[in-house]
């Protein structure tokens, strides 16, 4: 790894760098930008503290950020799942000369910034940032019963080996929403054909088609629901951008996130929602 980590997450953190669409329309642009969302809003549309377009009591609503300011954001899995109330496990799969792999992950956090935006040519609206994330709880669940554990990649401090075990750390990530409509794409900050990450897989049971070094390349889209960030295996395979020792790869995962403007002050959850200028 280089001197930027992160915890595989498929970053999660990034879940949050949200941005507006241009719309075909000539008389106005849509687009999806973040928000903090809090219970002190003026319009409470929105139920739960990430701010969920869903039934139930609406006790919350968005406050704008700022266009061209930074907010430090810091994510989790924590509550991803049944509108978030509890963790979502994630899962990795590839098929690799035959041998599928699967990886599952219970924890994942992460922490970076992002910027509401506005494209001068376009006029769009969105929002940006970069973030470093780490897996934890990192295992190899396809195949089974052959004793394969996953590990930190030790390539930054010499040659490939096992590091520190359940543990996957991402390169610095850069996410955006611009000209993505509601999704995020999330890619290594110096470029797609750059490593997402690396991690080592050692089998007490030799499968070679799986031991070693591994590295994942390309990008990636979720889908942004208030707070919460979704990547889907479907989705993910379907854009056919990333790429684990060159073989197509997916995701199931999922991310929430807060914001604050500056370091005194406490993290607030940030939500993301489409405007209209």
Not at 98 to 110: D, F, H, I, K
Not at 141 to 160: H, I, Y
Request: proline share 4%.
């Amino acid at each position: 790894m280089n001197g930027h980590r992160t915890i595989v997450g498929l970053c999660i953190l990034c879940a949050l760098l949200t941005s507006a669409l241009a719309a075909p329309s000539a008389s106005a642009i849509t687009g999806t930008t973040a928000f903090t969302c809090s219970e002190a809003a003026e319009t409470k549309d929105r139920v739960g503290e990430h701010c969920l377009n869903i039934e139930g009591t609406k006790k919350f609503g968005h406050i704008p950020i700022t266009a061209n300011t930074t907010t430090e954001l810091t994510t989790t899995n924590d509550k991803t799942a049944n509108n978030t109330t509890t963790a979502r496990i994630g899962k990795l799969r590839v098929t690799i000369a035959g041998v599928p792999l699967e990886l599952q992950v219970t924890g994942a956090s992460a922490s970076g910034w992002m910027t509401n935006a506005v494209n001068p040519t376009t006029k769009e609206h969105y929002s940006h940032g970069e973030g470093t994330t780490t897996f934890t709880g990192v295992t190899v669940t396809e195949p089974a019963g052959r004793g394969c554990k996953v590990f930190t990649d030790k390539e930054e401090t010499g040659p490939p080996s096992e590091g520190e075990v359940g543990v996957v750390h991402t390169r610095v990530l850069k996410a955006t929403t611009e000209g993505q409509g509601d999704n995020l794409k999330l890619e290594p900050a110096d470029g797609p054909t750059k490593s997402f990450m690396n991690f080592f897989i050692t089998c007490e049971s030799k499968i070679e088609a799986i031991e070693g070094t591994w590295s994942c390349t390309g990008s990636l889209k979720g889908q942004l629901n208030g707070a919460t960030i979704e990547y889907t295996h479907a989705t993910v395979t379907t854009e056919n951008q990333l790429k684990c020792r060159g073989a197509k790869a997916g995701v199931d995962f999922g991310t929430t996130g807060k914001g604050r403007a500056n370091s005194l002050e406490t993290y607030k959850p940030l939500s993301t929602t489409t405007v209209t200028t």
